[in-house]
Each structure stands twice: as C-alpha cells, then as structure tokens.
DNA sequence: GAGGTTACTGACAAAAATGTCAATAACGAA
DNA sequence: TTCGTTATTGACATTTTTGTCAGTAACCTC
C-alpha cells in the first residue's frame, strides 16, 4: 500500500547525553532569547533540528524539558559561582572580581532570567542547592578573609538580590531613560563595593 | 428540537467597564499567584466568575486581556509612584518614604513581577511612558530638593532596578537560606540610603 | 557481512486551548 | 407593560499543542 520513499537528510544519531544535551542547549536559546512561553515542543524540536518524537523519546515530555532545563541552569550557575577563587589576601580587588562575575553570570548568562523564570513558576523550591552553596561559599571563601559567617551570608543575600534585579531589568530601564543599558550595573556596583568597604574598613 | 430549560444561577450583568475590570482584577490575581502562564482564556474567566464567551466579548482574544492588564498595572504603578509628595525640605526623611513606597509597591504589589513578566515575553516597549515619568519625578520633585537632573535619574534608575531584584527575588532567596524574608530589603534600603546619604552630605 | 540494539522519524491520534454563534435575559426607555 | 439594546452564556467549531506508535536507519558487535 503506503510505498515509503523519502530522500530526507541523512540522520544523525547521538549519544543519548549527546541529544539530550543539545536539545536543552537549544531550549535555553529559546529561553534567553524568546522567554518561557517559547518552550514549546515544536519550537524546541526545531531549533534543535530534530523531529518532535525525538525530543519525547529523550524526555518524555515538555514539561520534563523545562524541569531538565531548570536543573541544567541551576547547575551551570552553581558550578560558575563556585569557580571564583578567593585567596585569603587582597580583599579589595577579590571582591571585585567576585562581584563582577556575579553580576556578569546573571546579566550575560542568563541567570537573572533563570531567576525571574522560576519564581513566576512558582518553582524555587528547585533552588534548595543554594542554600548549601551560600554557606559553603561564607564559610570557606570569606570566612577566610576574616568574615563572620552571617554577615557573610548578608552580603551573598544583598549581592545576588541586587544582581537579580540588574541583570534582569538594568539594561532595559536604562535604555528607556535615556542612559547606557550598562549604566545600571555600573551604579549598583559603585555603590554596593563602597558599602563593602564601610564594612571591612 | 432542542428544548432549552436550565435553573443557572442567575446572571450578573455589569456596565461594560464593570466588566472589563472585573475581568482584569481575576487576571492580575492569577498573575501574581501562579505566574503569566496560568493566564488562560478559561483559567481567567471561571476566576472572575463569568464563561469564557464573555471574556472574549469584551476583550476580542485572551491575548488582548493580557495586554490591557499589562497596561492597567503600568498605569497603576505609575499612579501610585507619582502620588508620592515629596517637599522640598526635609530631605531625608522623604527619601525615606519615598523609597519604601517604591519598594512596597514592587514587593507587595505586583509590580516587579509586572516588570519581570514584560521583560520575560519582551514586551518592554510597554513602557515608554516610564521616561517621561522619571524625567518628571526627577525634575520636579527631586529638583526642588536641589538635586541635578542627571544625578536625580541615576538615582532613580539604581533604586528601581534594585527595587525589581528584592521584590522579585529577594523574600525567596532569603528563606532559601535561612533568613527572614524581609531581610534583602532591609539590607538594600540600609545601603541605598547611605549611599544617597553620602551624595548629598 | 549479518544481526541486534536503539536513536530517530513521519503519520497519526489525543488533548488542550482558543474562538464563533445563535439564543437568552437583564436593564433602561418609551 | 412592552420593546429595544446588549451583556451574558452554552454548545459547538477551529486551532494549537502535545503525545503515541510502528517503521526506519545509524552504529556496534560478532
């Protein structure tokens, strides 16, 4: 009867990892660029070029996708924040160095729509990880610049607030007045490095 | 053929801006409750008590509701924002309240998940009327308090970026790890006004 | 090569969400 | 009271999105 004779583009078979990796990659394109709403199957399985049977035969469902993104993202965040080494001497420029790379991971990276992404979803419970993270980092990393613990907890609290907001709606609001989209994160710093100089000085 | 015959309870009818806004009320609710994605033609209209053929009697598409409520909280927020008198004298008293206003009204009143929902669906274009908004708060009543105009929109650029991070994200991130959900904005509005503090002083 | 495993796919089915329409019923005006 | 307007609605139609399934083909082992 049905005579099946298609000249398709050859397949290309992956590793399972492989595949699931490169569909999350193009689901966080999509998400960067489009937003939430954007993560449909057929969006993801095209962006990603492969059929939408392909993306269930991996993840069972859409909404697996989006689970399996949060995870992935949440891990990329943690793992780049964990990255920063802070050596027990110079405490003025590490600082620095640690604030721009926060603040740079949820601009850049995306973080701050991660962020934003999971709180109108209700889903932070998925971030229970950070709590772990932020006590590993006040203990070990600041704890050995002479920081007590829970101020250091403070400040890790103070930071990635400020830099939900920056990352999220600085470039935005900036660029609506009238002002550089980086003018924002500049401010923020500015003033947040001057407060952690108060505190330490 | 088709007898019709059914004790429905019976019907409310509303003059059509009664109905409008009741419509929106039900939406904004779902909004700031579960996130923009629980905003579905059926999931507005049983919140507002009506069938979903009325919904879209008044407003056309569901995606038409959701462009009115994006454009009733702008206007409400921009409403509250410039209700806020501020003096010419007694400067820090004001800046005080001024800032809490602005920081209750994206913690508790939806707007930094306003904010975070038009930046999500990148419908920031929204928000021009934000310019001239600023451009007059900045003018007029922080003029009067003798603050240059360029340095009045910096400071109102910083303080609603941030005010979006800890409305957002910070009761959140604050009980992630232990500490009181009002714990971010203490911390940011403590900084923010030394900050502002050392401008003026 | 031959055969087995399984990633991959198109065609189809199911479900969910949106939108249409003719009929109904409040409400005000004549 | 009667009548006209129109907000309201249930039933239905359409569109969109998700999910199923049997067949295909890439890759590996023997």
Redesign the interface.
């Known amino acids: 009867m049905s005579i099946t004779k298609h000249k398709n583009s050859p397949r290309i078979r992956r590793t399972p990892e492989e595949s699931r990796a490169n569909i999350l990659s193009a689901a966080e394109d999509l998400l960067v660029e489009?937003?939430?709403?954007s993560l449909r199957l057929a969006d993801v399985a095209k962006r990603a070029g492969v059929a939408n049977a392909t993306v269930l035969h991996h993840f069972g469902s859409i909404d697996a996708v989006q689970q399996a993104l949060m995870e992935r993202m949440i891990a990329d965040l943690v793992e780049n924040i964990l990255s920063v080494e802070i050596p027990a001497d110079a405490p003025l420029e590490v600082r620095t160095a640690g604030l721009k790379t926060l603040f740079d991971a949820f601009e850049t990276r995306g973080a701050a729509?991660l962020?934003?992404?999971l709180?109108?979803?209700?889903e932070?419970s998925r971030?229970?990880v950070?709590?772990e993270v932020?006590?590993e980092v006040a203990q070990k990393k600041m704890g050995n610049a002479g920081v007590p613990a829970d101020v250091a907890?403070?400040i890790?609290?103070?930071s990635?607030?400020?830099?939900?907001?920056?990352g999220?709606?600085?470039p935005?609001?900036?660029r609506?007045?009238?002002?550089p989209p980086e003018?924002?994160r500049e401010?923020?710093l500015q003033?947040?490095m001057?407060?952690l100089e108060?505190l330490s000085g």
Do not use: N, S
């Open positions: 489009q937003g939430p709403q729509r962020a934003a992404w709180e109108l979803t209700d932070t971030l229970t950070v709590r932020v006590q907890e403070d890790i609290l103070l990635v607030t400020l830099a939900v907001g920056v999220l709606f600085g935005t609001l900036g609506l007045i009238g002002k003018r924002a401010l923020t003033m947040l001057g407060y108060g």
